[in-house]
């Protein structure tokens, strides 16, 4: 970032189908997928193979973060994947992922090369986002779907061509909303957001630098209560 996934031959097939099933079981079961959460702890340099769902979806944050990349969640935890070409995936894919841990812009990511992305066929998950005080989005829960709900203490700041800017607070403490030019939100429906409207946002927990922030993925992503 730059910014400022017939009877008889029955019989004679049925075992050939079965054994297809199991290897391909096996193969899933298999696999050497190490939980995203023991990822982001691996060193920065070092490999390391992941499996998850499509949190967010290919391209989405290409303004700011100026790559076609996506972010995969487990049930450990989530992590931003740097690509340089658009995988032909969406939002819920199950997909795995060979690449080097790295940081940008002291972002956790993991770089890959596009032929190191797999997406396993046939199959999806919903990615439900996971609720978080406004205060608490930090280096805990970064790389996950979250979803915060606060009043608006700062309005839109214009930080074209990357993004705009906005801040929440529940209470717990103020957080960045960071709304990538190419996630799509409306720019005058932002503009139009006033100092102590109640808000809710559904996003990736992402960090800038020092800052820590949630980036919506597409225009339902934000609410006004």
């Known amino acids: 970032m730059t910014r400022?996934?017939?009877?008889?031959?029955?019989?004679?097939?049925l075992p050939s189908l079965l054994l297809g099933l199991t290897l391909a079981?096996?193969?899933?079961?298999?696999?050497?997928?190490?939980?995203?959460?023991?990822?982001?702890?691996?060193?920065?340099?070092?490999?390391?193979?992941?499996?998850?769902?499509?949190?967010?979806?290919?391209?989405?944050?290409?303004?700011?973060m100026e790559?076609?990349?996506?972010?995969?969640?487990?049930?450990?935890?989530?992590?931003?994947?740097?690509?340089?070409?658009k995988p032909g995936f969406g939002l819920n894919a199950r997909v795995r992922v060979k690449g080097t841990l790295d940081e940008q812009n002291k972002l956790?990511?993991?770089?890959?090369?596009?032929?190191?992305?797999?997406?396993?066929?046939?199959?999806?998950e919903v990615v439900m986002p996971v609720n978080a005080?406004?205060?608490?989005?930090?280096?805990?829960?970064?790389?996950?779907?979250?979803?915060?709900?606060g009043n608006v203490t700062q309005t839109f700041q214009?930080?074209?061509?990357?993004?705009?800017k906005l801040y929440l607070d529940d209470g717990s403490g103020e957080v960045q909303v960071f709304v990538h030019v190419s996630a799509g939100l409306d720019k005058?429906?932002?503009?139009?957001?006033?100092?102590?409207q109640r808000i809710t946002v559904v996003g990736l927990a992402a960090q800038y630098e020092t800052?820590?922030?949630?980036?919506?993925?597409?225009?339902s992503d934000l609410t006004v209560n």
């Open 158 to 164: 214009d930080d074209s061509p990357y993004g705009y």
């Open 211 to 219: 800052t820590y922030e949630v980036a919506p993925r597409q225009p």
């Open 188 to 196: 005058a429906a932002l503009q139009a957001l006033t100092a102590g």
């Open 25 to 64: 079981a096996g193969g899933t079961g298999c696999s050497s997928a190490t939980p995203i959460s023991e990822a982001r702890e691996s060193a920065t340099g070092s490999t390391a193979t992941i499996e998850g769902a499509v949190s967010v979806a290919p391209g989405t944050f290409v303004s700011a």
């Open 67 to 85: 790559d076609e990349g996506f972010a995969l969640q487990d049930g450990s935890g989530g992590i931003y994947v740097k690509v340089a070409q």
């Open 133 to 149: 005080r406004t205060g608490e989005v930090n280096e805990s829960n970064e790389g996950r779907l979250v979803k915060v709900t």
């Open 4 to 13: 400022l996934p017939s009877s008889s031959r029955a019989v004679l097939w």
């Open 108 to 124: 956790r990511i993991l770089k890959a090369e596009p032929a190191d992305v797999e997406v396993l066929q046939g199959t999806t």
